[in-house]
């Protein structure tokens, strides 16, 4: 008789190995699906603008427009003051990671402006 269950750590154990082989998976599918010479931080950019619109769409925006150019726009635009408030406090976080890890000042507004040029 063990004093632990050892079955849970066992667990976790197998779990963690799998994930870390479905990471190793996914990293090299990846991998070998970009071309030769193509940087991590572009394929990092690319997947990130993917995503933003995905999520835009998920939550009810325009197909087109990117999450970040949405909080821009709705901080501005919505009706009521408390919406206006919640767009630009999301608009906020990710002003801040994109300062902190991109050193891109303004980037939701920034976004929004992009948005606006390619459309026209």
Same mark, same amino acid.
């Given at each position: 008789m063990y004093f632990f269950d050892t079955s849970a750590s066992r667990n976790a154990l197998? *779990?963690? @190995?799998? %994930?870390?082989?479905?990471?190793?998976t996914l990293e090299t599918a990846i991998t070998s699906a970009m071309p030769d010479g193509t940087l991590e931080e572009e394929f990092t950019e690319a997947l990130l603008f993917v995503l933003s619109i995905r999520l835009n769409r998920l939550t009810g925006g325009a197909p087109d427009m990117t999450f970040s150019a949405r909080c821009h726009n709705s901080s501005k635009?919505?009706? %009521?003051l408390s919406t206006r408030m919640?767009? +630009? +406090?999301? *608009?906020a976080g990710i002003d801040l990671y994109c300062a902190s890890f991109r050193g891109e000042a @303004?980037?939701?507004e920034t976004a929004w402006y992009n948005h606006t040029h390619r459309i026209a």
């Open positions: 197998s *779990g963690a @190995l799998r %994930l870390e082989m479905w990471r190793d635009t919505a009706r %009521l919640i767009w +630009a +406090a999301m *608009g @303004l980037h939701c």
